[in-house]
């Protein structure tokens, strides 16, 4: 079974703030995809990244890097200089990869609150 | 960009009633899924669609729910008699048939499903 575990609830920090989020993940496959989903308080999902389990490398794409780290199963999404535009529930989650074409179910986590204060 | 939408945004029905929610996926999407979210808590699989039959479904997609794609374009999540514990955000989310870019799922807006 796949399970992914986001210890915090909800954090809050002042604008400019750097701030992480963590994610731990656990699976019996050797290849799996993770990625981070952002719901802004209008209720969508917006994909922000997927990593694959061979990749270990660490990605930036502007203020937002994550460190990916097989050895403790985690996947770590940092904002840097927070804005209150990233106020929003942040999600993890963990796909299986199969060798064909096949059906992907997405197991989440159950979301990080984040708010950033003016 | 192309998007999922899904009508309604939001949908009030009493108990006992069908509800039928609807998505748009992507256009050069084969493979659909729906999502569910209780108020407050994670997101959690229903099921998955791929050459109009299910590919995948958990625990939570019993007999009380079916999908369907009527059309070229349109993909539906039928509940035939809901329930108070329906209540919930439903997303619908596609993704491409093959490649690393099928495992990149790409969700719609959400339908916030009320049950009175």
Redo the contacts between chains.
Sequence with gaps: AQKVTQAQTEISVVEKEDVTLDCVYETRDTTYYLFWYKQPPSGELVFLIRRNSFDEQNEISGRYSWNFQKSTSSFNFTITASQVVDSAVYFCALIRAYSGAGSYQLTFGKGTKLSVIP | EPEVTQTPSHQVTQMGQEVILRCVPISNHL?F?W?RQILG?????LV?F?NNEI??K?EIFDDQFSVERPDGSNFTLKIRSTKLEDSA?Y?C?S?V??G?K?????????T?LTVT
């Design positions: 493979y899924y999502y808590q994670k997101v959690e699989f998955s791929y590919s995948e958990s955000m997303f989310a993704s048939w093959a690393e099928s495992y990149e799922q790409y969700f719609g807006p959400g916030r």
